[in-house]
């Protein structure tokens, strides 16, 4: 029973968190970490599209446990994404249920402080005004008891359980001690559940990375951009796995957002300029294009065209992430044709710039078509154009 574990963990949370550090073999990290997850999980329908998670710490205990449900359309992990949590307050008083964001992606990228507080504000004020139109689809006995502002859940100066409370989209508020029956807090779960998914499937939300990164601005990004050898990657076999292994789902990532594309581009051109500049050839810095920013040709195949010191043309198309690690990139048909054309001059380079937002690290792979060939790197067609009639002669 859920409320029965709710209260259980109330009037026994200060007691074990005395103990400091998580304590597998202790009754509460079991009621947490494994049996109400599984309860939330026994309320969902088709929940091998979820993922359930309880968390009482990472080492130290926290200061109030919470319980996620994670669409797996949306995110794997807590720390990234949105997704449906029950929060407990500080004082062990009140019980929230709300639809909110990671704050671990936001800290990643503002670090603490205002920055943080200001991005995370902005965001969740878009995607309310992005998903309010689902709120009447999605919501009944809840709708008049949705709350549209920020959740105090904390009176003693916790930083990371008030980042919580920033982090509501909509939120339900309850006080433990007059919690609702069993069937109602099911309801409202279900409400809740049906409202989360109603905003993973919308058309209008953007994509989370561009909420998270809406308040980067590109001036403030000028760290030297790392420039190291390309490695190719080595791939293990995946494993199989069972569809209904808890906690074993995969899913779909969303497109990244074309701030990031935009970053990548930005930085590259830059670099390239710079790299020119400095050895004497203002003349062919002076000629680095971005196509982007091109009306003549704005679509070559490549994304900047730059020169060797010796003025021999560079055609740089340029893959962007914001994470540290890439390990395939996606090539449109006329990128790839480009590559294929310049196989035997060394002309057409990939840039792979990773951490585009933090420290930018720039990778060059010199010739891929050449490289595939060679069976260095692996090309997989992903999907196929069916056009629905016969080209004209």
């Known amino acids: ?13 200060e007691q074990y968190r005395a103990g400091k550090t998580t304590n597998k073999d202790h009754p509460m990290h079991k009621l947490v970490v494994d049996e109400i997850p599984d309860v939330l999980e026994s309320w969902t329908p088709n929940s091998s599209s979820y993922k359930f998670v309880g ?20 995110t794997d992990s807590a720390t990234k994404g949105y997704y449906l949590v029950y929060l407990i307050s500080s004082d062990l008083k009140t019980l929230v249920l709300e639809i909110g964001f990671g704050a671990n992606q936001f800290e990643k990228q503002y670090g603490r402080g205002k920055k943080f507080s200001e991005a995370l504000s902005i965001a969740v004020v878009n995607m309310r005004l992005n998903s309010e139109h689902l709120i009447s689809k999605s919501l009944n006995a809840t709708k008049d008891r949705t709350n549209l502002s ?30 609702p029956i069993e069937a109602d807090l099911k309801r409202d779960y279900l409400e809740y559940l049906n409202l989360y998914d109603k905003m993973s499937e919308s058309l209008l939300l953007a994509d989370v990375d561009s909420y998270v990164y809406e308040s980067v601005d590109e001036k403030e990004i000028e760290s030297e951009v790392n420039v190291i050898a390309f490695q190719p990657r080595v791939f293990k076999k995946k494993k199989s796995t069972s569809s209904s292994s808890k906690g074993q789902n995969t899913y779909r990532y ?17 670099h390239e300029k710079k790299r020119l500049s400095s050895i004497g050839r203002m003349d062919l810095a002076d000629k680095v294009i971005w196509h982007r920013d091109f009306p003549a040709d704005r679509t070559p195949g490549w994304d900047i065209t730059s020169f060797d010191e010796d003025g021999q043309e560079s055609l740089i198309e340029v ?35 990773s951490d585009v937002f933090l420290n930018p690290t720039i990778e060059v792979i010199g010739n891929p078509a050449k490289l595939v060939d060679e069976g260095i790197l692996t090309l997989n067609v992903a999907r196929y154009q069916l056009l629905l009639g016969m080209r004209e002669e």
């Open 150 to 179: 920020t959740v105090v859940l904390d009176d003693s100066g916790d930083y990371n359980l008030g980042d919580y409370g920033k982090c509501a989209i909509y939120s339900l508020i309850y006080e433990i001690d007059d919690l």
């Open 1 to 13: 029973m859920f409320r029965t574990s709710i209260t259980e963990v109330v009037a026994s949370w």
């Open 254 to 270: 969303s497109k990244k957002s074309d701030k990031v594309g935009k970053l990548g581009e930005k930085i590259v051109f830059e």
């Open 55 to 74: 968390s009482d710490g990472q080492g130290n205990i926290l200061r109030t446990p919470w319980f996620a449900t994670l669409n797996l359309e949306v």
């Open 319 to 353: 893959k962007a992430s914001e994470g540290s690690k890439i390990s395939d990139v996606e090539l449109t048909i006329n990128e790839w044709v480009q590559a294929e054309k310049y196989v035997g001059t060394d002309k057409y380079r990939i840039y792979l710039v």
